[in-house]
């Protein structure tokens, strides 16, 4: 590869990476649902996970990391302090990186991916509720929660429900062709 298509690569990833956190943002303000104490369900996931599919795992980090200060800066967050703001944005939103480990892995690629950065944002969010959140915990729909471990798992159950749904949208849209071929980095034309 020579030096010219070299920086003609790091452009487009370049121009693809702020193209799909516009997009994650975006698609961040039409929630599915709306949690009462913050946290919602929508599909502000799918570019990141399917820019890190594209890319790989670096790339795709970073792009989560640009995702989870824009989100935290104009997306309307709300935090208790620094570390609420790694926690439930930089942090869980760089994780959806981690998608990349499918890159150019065929289908079982994209949904093992796919898994891994939603799945591992759940843990995140999960774990920063326990710790930060834990001493605001009420009663949860029928639950009486005294530890607050149990109660950050079950209350950030939708984060894992919007990691099937995003995992089950990269999966479908694999099938189709021209999808297929961004994700494995072929030339669409």
Known sequence: MTSNTKTHQA??????GAIMVALAEVLGYLKFWHMPEGGSVSLMALPIVFFALRWGMG?????????????????GGFAIGWQSILGDYVVALTVLGLAGVGHKKGFAGVIAGSLLGTVGRYLVVTVTGATLWGEYMHDLYIFHF???WPYSLVYNLPALLSAVLVTVVCGGLYRLDPTRKYLMGEDLG
């Open 146 to 148: 005294t530890n607050p």
């Open 59 to 75: 790339q795709g980090l970073l792009a989560g990391l640009a995702m989870g200060v824009l989100d935290f800066m104009i997306g």
């Open 11 to 16: 452009v487009r990833a370049l121009v693809e």
